[in-house]
């Protein structure tokens, strides 16, 4: 059988990547941009700067992709791009870049969800068990995702307000730490002792949904009460108290999903996934789950890349998904 070759186009938030896949598991190249640096000034992801920026890198990207994966354009058999969610002008560059190959080249064109993305990041360190759970979480997700087969996605609960990576950011922000926070809190998380108490979102009972928007206000307010009364709190402890409350929620809900649902693989996905505290605390729940195998991707797949795309593109391709010429961003596609 012939290898299947797939470009994958990601530019739905602020990287702009391109990744050259083969058969659906195997990198060739993997190439993004960050455009942190233009956005940390103003604390968060500005969209008409992350539009131009995109604008600007889109072309050689993907020349570097195909450049560095050693092919050329004519061994590429599909185009994969991000379609939604996303923000509307960042992805509509990414969508069009794919749209013009594809014609030009007289290639067929798979549009992406980007979570399906995050999802099957895992897909190029393992192969997937089915039935399985994937715990998504990044800065605009939060989604515990049931799936039976391969393209199928069920959401068993999902945040009600923020993100747990926007939780992270906001919090960041408040303790003046740079934008993207999720690292910075990790580290000083890292080095504090949760001793500030701070609530647990657990909704109601058997709820599997999410909700950040309180522990983050208790924070913001934590800080406000203590400098009304001249003390001083440490940054350490309260990031550890904040980052322990958002990994005992995300932990319990998942272990709870996965035995429901008699789950054989957990795998994690998106941004917050680099997390360290995260991390250690589903290695050891499923450390004791005989039955459950937990996957971590490496750093690298947990942010945004196009690699992911062209892996959750390829399976696509495979069972028949063909995007046509009048493809349109969709900054709220559902999975
Ligand atoms: O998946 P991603 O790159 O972009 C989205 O699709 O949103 O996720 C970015 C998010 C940001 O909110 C960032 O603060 C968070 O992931 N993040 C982290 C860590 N590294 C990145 N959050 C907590 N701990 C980390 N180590
Ligand atoms: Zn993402």
């Not at 530019?11 to 990198?27: H, L, M, Q």
């Not at 067929?108 to 360190?125: M, T």
């Not at 003390?231 to 709870?256: G, H, N």
């Not at 250690?280 to 996957?295: P, Q, R, W, Y």
Request: hydrophobic share 45%.
């Amino acid at each position: 059988k012939k290898d299947l070759i797939v470009l994958g186009i990601e530019t739905s938030c602020d990287e702009t990547a391109a990744s050259v896949v083969k058969n659906g598991t195997e990198i060739l190249s993997n190439v993004v941009a960050s455009q942190i640096e233009s956005h940390r000034r103003f604390g968060g992801v500005v969209p008409e700067l992350a539009s131009r920026h995109h604008v600007e890198q889109i072309t050689i990207v993907i020349e570097e992709a195909i450049q560095k994966a050693n092919v050329t354009f004519d061994d590429v058999d599909a185009i994969a791009v991000t379609e939604g969610p996303g923000l509307v002008g960042a992805l509509l560059v990414g969508v069009n870049a794919a749209k013009a190959l594809a014609f030009s080249l007289n290639k067929p064109l798979v549009g992406v969800h980007h979570i399906a993305g995050h999802i099957y990041a895992n897909r190029l360190i393992t192969d997937f068990t089915f039935p399985l759970l994937s715990l998504v979480v990044s800065g605009g997700h939060t989604e515990l995702i049931y799936m039976e087969k391969d393209g199928s996605f069920q959401v068993i609960g999902e945040t009600l307000d923020d993100a747990a990576g926007e939780a992270y950011d906001k919090v960041a922000r408040t303790l003046n730490l740079p934008y993207p926070g999720g690292p910075h809190i990790d580290k000083l998380a890292q080095a504090g002792t949760p001793n500030i108490d701070l609530p647990r979102a657990w909704l109601e009972e058997g709820s599997y949904d999410f909700s950040f928007s309180g522990l983050k206000s208790a924070v913001i307010n934590t800080l406000h009460n203590a400098e009304q009364r001249g003390e001083k709190i440490s940054p350490e402890d309260l990031a550890a108290s904040f980052q322990a409350s958002v990994i005992e929620v995300l932990t319990e809900k998942t272990v709870r999903a996965a035995k429901e649902y008699g789950v054989k693989q957990v795998l994690l996905a998106g941004g917050v996934a680099a997390n360290k505290g995260l991390r250690a605390s589903l290695e050891k729940a499923f450390g004791e789950i005989d039955e459950v195998e937990l996957i971590i991707p490496p750093l690298y797949l947990c942010t945004d890349n196009a690699a992911m795309i062209a892996a959750a593109g390829s399976m696509l391709y495979e069972a028949g998904k063909r995007g046509k010429l009048d493809m349109n961003a969709n900054p709220g596609l559902d999975i």
